[in-house]
C-alpha cells in the first residue's frame, strides 16, 4: 500500500454559503459530482454512490461524514472500491476560506492506495479535474 497526501486550492467568484452548498444539498452536489443513491449530510451521515464509463468497471464511493462547521469545513472519510475490489480509504477536509471576491477552497486528501490499483498522482488528477467541474457549475448558478 502507498501512503499520500495531497493538497489542492481553488478560488471560486462565490460566497463562501454557496460554496457550501454546492457540497452539502443532494441536489447542488447532483450537478457536479455523481449523484448519490444516499445523502444524508450531517456528522455520522453517509454518502453512498455508485458509477464509472459505460464500459465498466463500476466504481462504489462510500463516505461517512466525521465533521462539519456549516461555510467552514467538511470532513469525511470514504473507501472507493472497483468492482469488488477496495482500492482506497481516504480522510477528505474541505476548508473553505473568504477571499476578497469569492472563497478559496483547500481540499486536503490523505489516502492510502492499495495493492496498485490506485495512485496518489491520479487521484490527485481526478480531484483536481472534480473541482473545475465545480467551479463550472458555481458559474453557471451566478
Do not use: C
Amino acid at each position: 500500500s502507498v501512503h499520500d497526501t495531497f493538497v489542492i486550492e481553488r478560488v471560486y467568484d462565490a460566497t463562501a454559503d454557496k460554496v457550501y452548498a454546492a457540497w452539502s444539498d443532494p441536489a447542488a452536489k447532483a450537478g457536479w459530482f455523481q449523484k448519490a443513491e444516499q445523502f444524508e449530510f450531517r456528522v455520522g451521515g453517509r454518502e453512498y454512490s455508485r458509477g464509472g464509463p459505460p464500459e465498466g468497471p463500476v466504481f462504489t464511493f462510500d463516505a461517512v461524514y466525521q465533521d462539519i462547521v456549516p461555510n467552514e469545513r467538511i470532513v469525511y472519510t470514504y473507501t472507493l472500491d472497483m468492482g469488488e475490489t477496495r482500492i482506497s480509504v481516504s480522510t477528505t477536509t474541505i476548508e473553505l476560506k473568504p477571499e476578497e471576491g469569492g472563497t478559496r477552497l483547500i481540499f486536503t486528501e490523505q489516502g492510502i492506495y492499495l495493492d496498485g490499483h490506485d495512485n496518489p498522482a491520479q487521484r490527485e488528477q481526478g480531484t483536481k479535474e472534480m473541482l473545475d467541474t465545480l467551479g463550472e457549475a458555481l458559474k453557471k448558478q451566478a
